[in-house]
Nanobody, 122 residues
Framework: QVQLVESGGGLVQAGGSLRLSCAAS????????MAWFRQAPGKEREFAAA????????YYAGSVKGRFTISRDNARNTVYLQMNSLKPEDTAVYYCAAATYTRFIPSEYDYWGQGTQVTVSS
């Protein structure tokens, strides 16, 4: 069992940066693949970034590659998403998710946080 709580969202101007955090509870965190998804109003939830349980492999959607960085600290049971050069189209609710294996679609993740709102103004 893994429980996830996101934080760090907010309002930022285009070109700015934010760092999201996802604090996890449960012994399974250190062996779980972790991911960030996002959902904009009226749109489906989409993959943003994922990281393997060791942190040795990372994966990004094309729309965020080069601007976002996913990382994890297994000693702190926390995964991060550093978001730079933010654009208005990055506006969405960002969700942290955990799964046994690294996957890229929401239905393959077992545990979810409640989400944190990111709003990028133009």
């Amino acid at each position: 069992q893994v429980q996830l709580v996101e934080s760090g969202g907010g309002l930022v101007q285009a070109g700015g940066s934010l760092r999201l955090s996802c604090a996890a509870s449960g012994r399974a965190f250190s062996t779980a693949a972790m991911a960030w998804f996002r959902q904009a109003p009226g749109k489906e939830r989409e993959f943003a970034a994922a990281i393997s349980w060791t942190g040795g492999s990372t994966y990004y959607a094309g729309s965020v590659k080069g601007r976002f960085t996913i990382s994890r600290d297994n000693a702190r049971n926390t995964v991060y998403l550093q978001m730079n050069s933010l654009k208005p189209e990055d506006t969405a609710v960002y969700y942290c998710a955990a799964a046994t294996y690294t996957r890229f679609i929401p239905s393959e993740y077992d545990y979810w946080g409640q989400g944190t709102q990111v709003t990028v103004s133009s």
